[in-house]
C-alpha cells in the first residue's frame, strides 16, 4: 500500500512509457505531411533521439528525405541559452529555404527555447511573405508525443487555414498519429481507397503527395472523422467551432469485414450515400475475404482457436483488436492494457468500446497503465495463448508468459513496417498471416 | 590531469580544441591545430546531429546489466531507450551471451509544473522507486538540458539520498546544451564511472585487459577479442556496453586498458592510470592484420606476454594474411587501368585511425573521408597516418546529412561507406555501403575486429561491389531533399560562417 501511495505522487515516473515527447509528435507530423521540411529549433539530439525512439521505433522506419539527419536543426547550446537563440534559428530559417526542396516549412520548438524566451513567432514572420511557414511550440515538457500530434494540427488551423466552399462527400481524417500508430502509412491508404469505393473523397492529410495542398483543403471537408477515441477530437472541435465542419468519433480503424462494414454503412448515413451502393460493396468484399479466411481455417482452428488473449497497445489499436478477435476470431479477451495516457475524460467511452457488443463470454479487464514494468507484472498475473502488445513483450511472451507474440503497437522494433495494414476487408487476412508466421510450423 | 572532485569533465571543447566543423586536407588540419588556428566555425546551415546525452549514451547506458538508468528530463530524450528489452537478444544464447539478463530504466518525465517548480525531488523519488523495484547496484542518473537550464541540484540530491540506498548512485552531466562536440557525452560518462563506481582494487588481476567496446562493435568482435586475449592466457573486461556493474568496480584492478576506439576511450584510460596505477595504451585498435597484432602486442607487453604473443602473432597472421592477400588482388583487378579503388568513409576520430590503415592495407584508396569531430588528442595520430598513407581529403562534420551528400557527389568514390542514419547520401550510381554493423548483430558476416574481423570486413567491402541496383534504383525513383544547385557549386563548406 505504501508503494501506492508513493505512486499517487508522481504517477509519471515511470518505466519506459511508449511513447515520445510533444517535439516528437509534432516531428513526425510534419514529416508524415509529404513535401514539408521541418526545422527543429532545438538542441541537437532531439532529432537523433526521436529517429532512434519514434521513427526507428515504429517498425524500423527512416524518417523519410527530410527526416533523420536531414532535418535542419538550430542544435542550440550554452551560448544560445544565455544570449537566446533567435539569431540562429533566422540564419537556419534562410538557409534552409534556400537549399531543401519543400511547400511547407514547419518550425518545431523544443524545450531549450522555450525555456529561454526565444520569441519564435516574430523571427517566423520575417519569412511569411516567402514561404508557407508555421511554428509548433512543442517543447518536450508540455505534453507526449499525441499531443504533439495536436499541437501540430493547431498549428496548421491557426496560421494556415482560410475559409474554402465545402465540398460534397469530402472527408478529412484525423486521430491517426504517424508514427505512435505503427499502421499508419497503410491503414490511412486503406481508409482512402474503403471510402472511395462508396464515392467518398478522402483527405488523409498524411499519405498525400501534395502534403501542403491536403493541409489547406481541410476547411472544405463537409465531414471530419476521428479515428481514435480521444487523439484528434480536440482539432475536430476547433474544425467545427471555425468552418462549421461536423465530426464523427470511430474511435479506432476498423479491422476485419464486420467492423468495415459497419464502418461504411456509418459514413453513409452520415453522408447520405443510397444504401444500395454501400450493399454492393459490402457483398462483394465480404466475399472475398471470407473466401481467403477459409484458406486459414485448419492452422487457425488447430494452432490458436478460441485463445485468451490479451491487449496492450494505444487505445485505438487496442480497439481495433479486441473487436476483430472477439468479434470475428472468436477469442476471449483477457485483459487490455491501455499505453496511451488518454485524458480522464475520454477514458468511460474507451472502456465502453472494449467491453461492450462482444461475442466472447467474457468481458475484458481494461487497465491504464504507461509504465513498462508495471504492464509486465500485470501481463504476468493473466493467463492467455496470445499476446498482441508492442515488441518490448516480444522476449517475455515467450518466456514468461508462454503466449504467441505479436507486435502490432508502438514501439515496434521486431519488423518493417511499410505499408502493412490490418485494416479493411483484407486485414484481418494480413494480420492472420503475420501471427501465424511467428508460430506455424507443420502438424 | 582528471579532476574526480569536479563534478563533470570538462567538455571537449575546453580540454582538447574540440570542433565540428573543418574542410581541407589532413595535413592541413594538423597544422592549424598545431598552429592553434582551430576555431569553431557556426554553420548557417545545420542538421540535427545529436547530443552529448543522445549521441548513443543513453541508449549504452540502458544496457549496463544490474543498473538502473534514470533519464531527468522530458520524456522524449529518453525513447531511444524503448530497444532496451530487444537488443542483445537476437545474439544466440550459444554464443556466450548470457541467458538470462533484464534492463530497467525510469524517466522522470518532466511536465509544465517540473520547469518552474524544479523536480529534485520527484528525483529523489525515482531513486527510490529504483531502488525498491529492481534493487540494483547502481543507479546511474542522466541529466539533460531542461533539467540543466532550470538549475537542478543533482549532487545535492545525490548526497541527500544516497545514504539511505543501497545501489551506488552515478549522476552523469550529459545536459545536451553543455557542448557542441559529442564526445563530451562520453568524458562525462567516464568521469561519473571514474568519480563513484570504480573501486580500489582489492587485489590486481594480472590477466585482466580492460576493452570500451563501442555500439559499433558486435557480438562477433567481442569473440574475435576473446579469443586472441585467450590465446595469450588473457580475459577481456568489456565495458560499458552489456557489463555488469562489477565490470566497472574492478576497472582499477586490470592490467591494462585497451582501446578499441582511442578518443572513446581516452577519459577512462586516464583515470584509471592516474587513480589506479592501470596502464593503458590509445593507439593502435585491433583493425585489419597489422594494427591486430601491434594491439596484441602492446597488450602483451603490458601483460608480460611479449615471447607467447609472437608465437601467436605468427600463426594468425600465417592464417589470415593469405586471405586478405587474395581480397586486395581482387581488388585491385576492379577497375580495369590498374587504378586504386577508392573510398568515401564516414567515420569518428576513432575509425579515422582504426579504419584509414585498414583500407591501405586492402589497397584501397581514401582520398577523402568525413570525421564526426576533431580534437588535439589525436593530432599526433593523424600525422602519422598521413605520413603512412599520403594526404586527404577531410570534412570534419557531425552528421551533416547534406554536407556528407555534396562530398559524396563532389569526389565520386568507387564506394560511399556512410553510418547508420546518414540521410539520403547512400543513393548513387557507384557502390555504397555501411561502415559498420552494429552491436546486436551476432552474425559472423558482420565481424570486423582482429584477425577473422579484417578478413570477413574485407569479404563483405568486395561483395558491396558486386551489385549497384538499390542505390541506383533509389537515386533514379526518388527525390532529392536539396535543390540541384548544392550539388552544381563545388563548395561543401558553402554554409561555413568565418571564424569567430
Not at chain 1, 472527408?171 to 482512402?192: A, S, Y
Not at chain 1, 468500446?353 to 463470454?361: C, K, V
Not at chain 2, 559498420?436 to 570477413?456: E, M
Amino acid at each position: 500500500m505504501a508503494e501506492n501511495n508513493k505512486i499517487e505522487l508522481y504517477p509519471e515516473v515511470v518505466e519506459a512509457p511508449r511513447f515520445t515527447c510533444a517535439l516528437g509528435g509534432a516531428y513526425a507530423s510534419a514529416l508524415a505531411t509529404y513535401g514539408t521540411v521541418p526545422i527543429l529549433h532545438s538542441g541537437a539530439g532531439c532529432g537523433m533521439a526521436n529517429a532512434h525512439g519514434m521513427t526507428f521505433a515504429s517498425g524500423l522506419n527512416t524518417g523519410g528525405a527530410q527526416g533523420t539527419t536531414s532535418t535542419p536543426c538550430s542544435c542550440l547550446i550554452e551560448e544560445h541559452v544565455i544570449f537566446g537563440g533567435e539569431g540562429k534559428l533566422r540564419k537556419l530559417i534562410k538557409s534552409t529555404i534556400e537549399l531543401m526542396k519543400g511547400d511547407l516549412f514547419a518550425v518545431i520548438s523544443g524545450c531549450v527555447p522555450s525555456l529561454i524566451g526565444d520569441d519564435v513567432d516574430s523571427v517566423i514572420k520575417e519569412f511569411s511573405d516567402q514561404v508557407p511557414i508555421i511554428h509548433i511550440n512543442g517543447a518536450g515538457f508540455v505534453g507526449s508525443s499525441y499531443h504533439g500530434y495536436e499541437l501540430f494540427l493547431e498549428a496548421v488551423i491557426d496560421q494556415l487555414l482560410t475559409d474554402l466552399p465545402k465540398e460534397k462527400k469530402l472527408v478529412n481524417i484525423f486521430g491517426i498519429v504517424p508514427n505512435q500508430h505503427v499502421f499508419w502509412k497503410g491503414d490511412l491508404e486503406v481508409i482512402k481507397s474503403l471510402l472511395e469505393s462508396i464515392g467518398v473523397q478522402v483527405n488523409t492529410i498524411f499519405t498525400d503527395f501534395s502534403g501542403f495542398a491536403a493541409l489547406k483543403k481541410i476547411p472544405a471537408a463537409e465531414l471530419n472523422l476521428v479515428f481514435s477515441s480521444w487523439v484528434g477530437i480536440k482539432s475536430a472541435q476547433k474544425l467545427k467551432e471555425r468552418f462549421n465542419t461536423p465530426y464523427e468519433v470511430i474511435s479506432s480503424v476498423p479491422f476485419g469485414p464486420k467492423e468495415t462494414s459497419n464502418f461504411l454503412q456509418l459514413v453513409a448515413e452520415k453522408l447520405k450515400i443510397p444504401k444500395r451502393v454501400i450493399s454492393k460493396v459490402v457483398e462483394a468484399e465480404e466475399k472475398r475475404a471470407y473466401r481467403f479466411a477459409e484458406y486459414m481455417s485448419e492452422l487457425f482452428v488447430v494452432s490458436v482457436p478460441h485463445a485468451f488473449y490479451a491487449v496492450v497497445a494505444d487505445s485505438s489499436t487496442a480497439i481495433s483488436m479486441i473487436k476483430y478477435g472477439t468479434n470475428e476470431l472468436g477469442w476471449n479477451p483477457q485483459v487490455v492494457i491501455l499505453t496511451d495516457n488518454p485524458p480522464e475524460e475520454y477514458r468511460a467511452a474507451i472502456v465502453k468500446q472494449l467491453t461492450e457488443n462482444l461475442e466472447s463470454a467474457y468481458s475484458p479487464k481494461v487497465i491504464f497503465e504507461i509504465d513498462s514494468h508495471r504492464i509486465r507484472l500485470i501481463l504476468r498475473e493473466n493467463t492467455f495463448q496470445v499476446l498482441l502488445s508492442s515488441s518490448l513483450e516480444k522476449y517475455i511472451a515467450g518466456g514468461e508468459l508462454d503466449a504467441i507474440h505479436l507486435g502490432v503497437s508502438f514501439p515496434i522494433y521486431d519488423r518493417a513496417i511499410l505499408d502493412r495494414s490490418y485494416a479493411g476487408y483484407r486485414g484481418g487476412l494480413a494480420f492472420i498471416e503475420d501471427l501465424t508466421a511467428t508460430y506455424a510450423g507443420p502438424m | 590531469m582528471i579532476d574526480l572532485k569536479e563534478n563533470t569533465s570538462p567538455i571537449r571543447e575546453q580540454r582538447a580544441n574540440g570542433i565540428n566543423a573543418y574542410f581541407g586536407k589532413a595535413s592541413e588540419l594538423v597544422k592549424d591545430s598545431r598552429d592553434g588556428n582551430l576555431v569553431h566555425r557556426e554553420r548557417a546551415f545545420q542538421q540535427n546531429s545529436g547530443c552529448i546525452l543522445n549521441f548513443y549514451l543513453t541508449v549504452r547506458v540502458a544496457t549496463i546489466r544490474d543498473a538502473v538508468m534514470i533519464m531527468h528530463a522530458p520524456v522524449g530524450c529518453s525513447s531511444p531507450a524503448l530497444l532496451y528489452r530487444e537488443v542483445y537478444r537476437r545474439i544466440p544464447a550459444g554464443l556466450g551471451r548470457p541467458e538470462k539478463f533484464d534492463f530497467h530504466w525510469l524517466t522522470t518525465n518532466f511536465n509544465e509544473k517540473d520547469v518552474v517548480f524544479g523536480a529534485v525531488d520527484k528525483l529523489k523519488f525515482a531513486i527510490q522507486e529504483a531502488e525498491n523495484r529492481y534493487h540494483p547496484k547502481a543507479i546511474i542518473v542522466l541529466t539533460s538540458c531542461t533539467s540543466g537550464i532550470i538549475g537542478e541540484d543533482i549532487e545535492g540530491v545525490v548526497n541527500d539520498i544516497q545514504p539511505e540506498i543501497n545501489a551506488t548512485i552515478v549522476p552523469v552531466h550529459c545536459e545536451g546544451v553543455r557542448s557542441r562536440i559529442v564526445q563530451t557525452g562520453y568524458d562525462a560518462f567516464w568521469h561519473a564511472i571514474l568519480k563513484y563506481l570504480v573501486k580500489k582494487p582489492q587485489k590486481k588481476q594480472k590477466d585482466l585487459v580492460n576493452v570500451a567496446s563501442m555500439l559499433s562493435y558486435t557480438w562477433q568482435d567481442r569473440m574475435e577479442i576473446t579469443r586472441l586475449l585467450g590465446k595469450l592466457g588473457l580475459r577481456a573486461n568489456f565495458i560499458p556496453e552489456f557489463a555488469s556493474v562489477e565490470q566497472f568496480e574492478m576497472l582499477s584492478e586490470a592490467a591494462v586498458t585497451a582501446p578499441l576506439c582511442p578518443t572513446y576511450t581516452e577519459y577512462l584510460s586516464k583515470g584509471l592510470e592516474q587513480e589506479y596505477g592501470v596502464p593503458y595504451f590509445l593507439n593502435p585498435s585491433p583493425v585489419g592484420i597489422k594494427n591486430t597484432s601491434e594491439w596484441l602486442r602492446k597488450i602483451a607487453y603490458y601483460t608480460g606476454k611479449e615471447s607467447l604473443v609472437e608465437k601467436v602473432i605468427a600463426a594468425e597472421e600465417n592464417e589470415w594474411a593469405p586471405k586478405m592477400e587474395a581480397i586486395r588482388n581482387e581488388f585491385q583487378n576492379i577497375k580495369p587501368n590498374g587504378e586504386p579503388f577508392t573510398v568515401l568513409g564516414s567515420l569518428g576520430q576513432g575509425r579515422l585511425l582504426t579504419q584509414t590503415p585498414y583500407f591501405h592495407e586492402l589497397g584501397l584508396s581514401m582520398p577523402v573521408t568525413i570525421c564526426q569531430d576533431f580534437d588535439d588528442l589525436v593530432v599526433d595520430d593523424v600525422e602519422k597516418l598521413v605520413e603512412e598513407v599520403g594526404d586527404f581529403e577531410i570534412v570534419v562534420n557531425t552528421f551533416q546529412a547534406a554536407e556528407v551528400s555534396h562530398t559524396a557527389r563532389k569526389h565520386d568514390p568507387d564506394m560511399v561507406l556512410s553510418c547508420p542514419f546518414m540521410g539520403s547520401a547512400y543513393k548513387r550510381e557507384k557502390g555504397q555501403t555501411r561502415i559498420h554493423a552494429l552491436r546486436g548483430d551476432g552474425r559472423k558476416w558482420s565481424t570486423q575486429a582482429g584477425y577473422t574481423g579484417a578478413v570477413a570486413c574485407g569479404s563483405f567491402l568486395l561483395q558491396s561491389t558486386k551489385n549497384k541496383a538499390f542505390q541506383k534504383t533509389m537515386l533514379e525513383k526518388t527525390q532529392d531533399p536539396y535543390h540541384d544547385w548544392w550539388f552544381e557549386q563545388p563548395n561543401t563548406d558553402y554554409y561555413l560562417g568565418k571564424k569567430e
